[in-house]
């Protein structure tokens, strides 16, 4: 059974750090490109980051180009996303999601793209 389980969310104010890790299991994290999402009240869920399968760089969208990382560990089956210099703008649930193909730069950020997903973290952050 695939499972994508996030964690790490929380409150913090403007100007800090979280880091949020997606467990996977069920699946071969290797063969998998892991994408990071996020969802505020009202607005449609977003791309992030994305770790690709294979050797390519992690590619970001520009509202967090700079201050968002992400990494993966697939001997773990973990990915994280390293979050510093957080804005009140970075609030919303956070997902993360495995997609099993390889992608243009146009797809690798686009929701429809991914297969299964995790029930998401809820990140706060106050002014």
């Known amino acids: 059974q695939v499972q994508l389980v996030e964690s790490g969310g929380g409150t913090v104010q403007a100007g800090g750090s979280l880091r949020l890790s997606c467990a996977t299991s069920g699946f071969s994290l290797a063969n998998y490109a892991i994408g990071w999402f996020r969802q505020a009240p009202g607005k449609r869920r977003a791309g992030v980051a994305c770790i690709g399968k294979g050797t390519e760089d992690p590619y970001y969208a520009n509202s967090v180009k700079g201050r968002f990382t992400v990494s993966r560990d697939n001997a773990r089956g973990t990915v994280d996303l390293q979050m510093n210099s957080l804005e009140p703008e970075d609030t919303a649930v956070y997902y993360c999601?495995?997609?099993?193909?390889?992608?243009?730069?146009?797809?690798?950020?686009?929701?429809?793209?991914?297969?299964?997903w995790g029930q998401g973290t809820q990140v706060t952050v106050s002014s």
């Open positions: 999601a495995a997609d099993p193909n390889r992608r243009s730069s146009d797809w690798v950020l686009q929701p429809i793209s991914y297969e299964y």
